[in-house]
């Protein structure tokens, strides 16, 4: 049975920063590609950032770009979102996702085989 665990949220102050990680169960994090998605109350889930299976190739949304880190550890199995310069709009729950490829991540109707539970992110301004 394949699981992944969020962890790392938690309450900060604008300009902060948090990292999030991911351990994944049940598979090795090389075999999928690996995202984090976030979803603010009363609105969708969106895209965040993906980390290629093979290459380690990564992806932002522009709303993350320049301050959001994606990264993974293939000795922990364990996959990372380092968020720097952290705005209330940032402000959401955190999801751990992992698919075939990066595509069906970043697709308008994401395609995703399994999901973490979430983590709480909250900015305060």
């Known amino acids: 049975q394949v699981r992944l665990v969020e962890s790392g949220g938690g309450l900060v102050q604008a300009g902060d920063s948090l990292r999030l990680s991911c351990v994944v169960s049940?598979?090795?994090?090389?075999?999928?590609?690996m995202g984090w998605f976030r979803q603010a109350p009363g609105k969708e889930r969106e895209f965040v950032a993906a980390?290629?299976?093979?290459?380690?190739?990564?992806y932002y949304s522009d709303s993350v770009k320049g301050r959001f880190t994606c990264s993974r550890d293939s000795d922990k199995n364990t996959v990372y979102l380092q968020m720097n310069s952290l705005k209330p709009e940032d402000t959401a729950v955190y999801y751990c996702?992992?698919?075939?490829?990066?595509?069906?991540?970043?697709?308008?109707?994401?395609?995703?085989?399994?999901w973490g539970q979430g983590t709480q992110v909250t900015v305060s301004s």
């Open positions: 996702a992992a698919a075939p490829t990066t595509q069906p991540m970043r697709a308008p109707v994401p395609v995703i085989d399994y």
């Open positions: 980390i290629s299976r093979i290459v380690g190739n990564t």
């Open positions: 049940g598979r090795t994090i090389s075999s999928s590609a």
